[in-house]
């Protein structure tokens, strides 16, 4: 570990401990978009999906429960030491200036697995826990989402081409239940993929500047919970965001390596809001904190899209049951699908 890489982490050790004391006290959303936020980016990024997608998907009730679910990763919060200590580093990713985890390697670098980064994080005297995982939380939860939208292809060719009506009716049951699954992997990764739009979740200075060089005199207040929480609630909703989405587009390379790419143009908006609220942007009634605000919603919205849209891409190369068997054999009437859904060990 270089000098100036073991001066961040005594800077982001003490930063921590006083964040853990300001979280005890302050509300239960701080430290991540508000309710209405994370709602908000689930719900616009299910309106938004193409007409091809399962109509399911695309059914006022599946848009209300994806925003609903977006918000289980707080709600769950405080559950205990041992969930509590595993899940909560994978709502942030502490980058410095240059999209570097900790001064060490670039965040669209990063191995593929979360046991190589905490190898890279230990050879610098750090863990994951501290410098967070918010990457691998996001493609975990789009890998997830691929493996689902596997087996809900296997079981609605399979539904209409099986003979047997108690096997169809167990598909039909099975299907359903995989519905319910697809719609909570979605909730949990809007929710991270919310964080990631958020330029105080990727970044060494989250809650202010903190004790770092700072000649352009940006503040030290608390600004994270006030910005997107009462700010967000009072000034926005789905219907303004849709219309600030973008286009779709799909990664077509390693997720991971994508993954991180948008991560760090999210951190790259970092100075822009500090920028912005020593300009007075935050202050009540000033536009520029709403635009901002409005802005990096649209863009998480539409991260959320497009990884849905890689998921259900990326369920073409994938396995179902167990045993496993390849999708397309199922697909082209090659192998049966009931026994390996169903379970043939």
């Known amino acids: 570990m270089t000098a100036r890489q073991g001066q961040i982490a005594a800077m982001l050790t003490r930063l921590r401990a006083a964040a853990l004391v300001f979280a005890l006290v302050a509300p239960a959303q701080a430290f991540a978009w508000g309710g209405m936020g994370h709602r908000i980016v689930g719900q616009a990024a299910m309106q938004a999906l193409p007409a091809e997608m399962p109509g399911f998907m695309r059914s006022k009730q599946a848009v209300e429960a994806v925003g609903e679910l977006s918000r289980e990763p707080d709600r769950s919060k405080a559950s205990g030491k041992t969930h509590d200590t595993n899940r909560d580093a994978a709502h942030f990713i502490d980058l410095d200036d240059n999209a570097r985890v900790f001064g060490g390697p670039l965040v669209s670098e990063l191995p593929p697995t979360r046991a190589e980064y905490e190898k890279?994080?230990?050879?610098?005297g750090q863990d994951s826990w501290k410098a967070g995982y918010l990457p691998y939380a996001i493609v975990d939860q789009a890998q997830q989402l691929a493996k689902d939208f596997a087996h809900w292809r296997a079981e609605t060719y399979a539904i209409a081409h099986e003979k047997d009506r108690k096997r169809v009716a167990w598909m039909k049951a099975d299907r359903a239940r995989r519905e319910a699954q697809i719609l909570s992997t979605i909730g949990y990764m809007s929710h991270y993929v919310g964080d990631g739009a958020q330029p105080l979740h990727t970044t060494l200075h989250y809650n202010g500047w903190g004790p770092f060089p700072n000649p352009n005199g940006y503040t030290q207040a608390k600004v994270h919970a006030d910005f997107e929480g009462a700010l967000v609630v009072t000034t926005t909703t789905t219907d303004l965001i849709r219309p600030k989405m973008a286009e779709p587009s799909v990664c077509e390379g390693d997720l991971m390596v994508c993954v991180g790419t948008?991560?760090?143009?999210?951190?790259?908006?970092?100075?822009p809001f500090y920028?912005?609220?020593?300009?007075?942007?935050?202050?009540?009634?000033?536009?520029?904190?709403?635009?901002f605000a409005q802005a990096r919603l649209a863009v998480g919205a539409s991260e959320l899209r497009d990884l849905i849209l890689w998921s259900w891409k990326a369920s073409d190369t994938l396995a179902v049951g167990w045993t496993p068997v390849p999708l397309t054999d199922i697909l082209s009437g090659k192998t049966p699908a009931y026994p390996y859904l169903y379970g043939i060990d």
């Open 120 to 124: 890279l994080m230990q050879a610098m």
């Open 262 to 271: 948008w991560l760090a143009a999210s951190t790259a908006q970092t100075i």
């Open 275 to 291: 920028e912005m609220e020593k300009a007075g942007g935050l202050k009540p009634g000033d536009p520029r904190g709403v635009a």
